[in-house]
């Protein structure tokens, strides 16, 4: 148990203990006195807008320079994201529909705004219009504003209850005269612009992200290839060498003085890589599914048992790059397996000894223990990406009872150590 509680203390604290590790980018800024620095800026995985910067002339610089709105008018990270500043208002209504369910006492449209100094993130600067968002602990806003404007105007949206009924709800949808306004202004207006303009949803970043396209003049195929610059995905596949054993617990003749011998055979996985962040890449959501081969053996004096299973696994996992450099990240993680065996051998031999010669003599029983088709383990990982195309990696499966019996008291668990190589197949090779 102090192993195991060791064991998950480390894959749980040391990404905490690392999170500001830093990861500086090639960059500007420019201060709202218009000086305009160029060196390098410690890119984050920011899922909120960041309420500072870290600056440095050089990655090996000592001198390390905060950036906050109040004094930035703008920073980019070289081809990969950029903010603006803003000091206005910011709408405080909740847009999440589940908590007016149970919080709200009132059926009124909050309309509540508070005066802010933030970073607007950029996600497009179109020839007419530069398209904004905005996310803190409440909600995603967005703004747009027109290219030679220097103050951006917040998308309107509110969401309210029914007087008449707590559970339905409705919402007011100003976002959608503003984009028509804007698409009107540039000449813009197709009937098919203005049927996605009433189609569009707020909550949904990719189709204001259309609208503004078309009002920038950026076709679809244009959009595409600009969103195809950033990995939001990656596929893989590898081999591996995988280690399994299993110990007999309780009531089973195999417990006394067992001797357990391991089986090492190959492994084979595919699976794909999703991320929170695409500019970053610190957190990875990964599906895995592998294919190995098990042979272990539990033995004593008299006993013995034989285990030949064929296993196909699923292995959903979050992965943390901890260390985080251009050709090298070092990360742990950790997922839950779906196990599904299929058995090829089960053999139990009994040791007895002839009263008459002495001689010992062997009794085989075939499928004599009920093993499991499927269970679930947690899993850890320890790995290495090298030069953002190989992931060697070692994952460690939690010891799971297989013994399919109701007896109490009495179990036959396996767990499992597999060492892996994976090949990214990478899109793109910018971070």
Known sequence: MRKIFTLLSFFLFLPLLLIAQSNYKK???????????????????????????????????????????????Y????????????????????????????????????????????????????KYVTFYSYTDNLKTRY??????????????????????????????????GQLWYLATKFKTDTPTLKREIEDASYLKEWDLLAIVSKVNGITRKEQQLQEKTKEYSRFFAGVGLNRSDMKAFGNLDLVSNQKIIA??????????????????????????????MTNPEINNNSDQQKLKQTIL??????????Y???????????????????????????????????????IYKDNLHPFKKSWFCLTFRFGVILNKKFDI??????????????VVRTSIKTNSMRLQVNYLFNRKTKN
């Open 263 to 292: 089986s090492y055979l190959p492994s084979v996985s595919v699976g794909i890589d999703g991320f929170r962040n695409a500019d970053v890449q610190r957190l990875i959501l990964r599906g895995e599914v592998f294919l190995t």
């Open 143 to 176: 703004f747009v504003a027109e290219t030679n404007s220097v103050i951006p105007q917040e998308l309107g949206f509110s969401i309210y209850i029914d007087s008449k009924n707590r559970h339905e709800f409705h919402t007011i949808n100003p976002f959608k």
């Open 27 to 73: 960059g500007f800024v420019l201060t709202l006195q218009g000086d305009s620095l160029r060196g390098y800026i410690n890119l984050q995985e920011w899922v909120k807008n960041p309420k500072e910067i870290k600056f440095k002339s050089s990655p090996e610089a000592l001198e390390e320079q905060t950036f906050a709105p109040n004094i930035t008018q």
């Open 75 to 126: 920073f980019e990270v070289s081809g990969i994201v950029a903010y603006q500043h803003y000091n206005g208002l910011i709408s405080m209504n909740n847009i999440d529909t589940k908590i007016p369910v149970i919080v709200s006492t009132t059926v009124k449209i909050d309309s509540s705004k508070v005066r802010d100094t933030v970073f607007l993130k950029v996600l497009q600067k179109g």
């Open 313 to 322: 696994g699923l292995d959903p996992q979050l992965i943390y790059n901890f």
């Open 324 to 362: 985080y450099k251009e050709d090298l990240r070092i990360n742990v993680g950790a997922g839950l397996a779906y196990n599904y065996a299929v058995q090829t051998e089960s053999r139990y031999r009994n040791r007895y000894v002839d009263f008459r010669t002495d001689e010992p003599y062997y």
């Open 393 to 406: 990696g070692a994952v460690y499966f939690m010891p799971a009872d297989i013994l399919d019996d109701e």
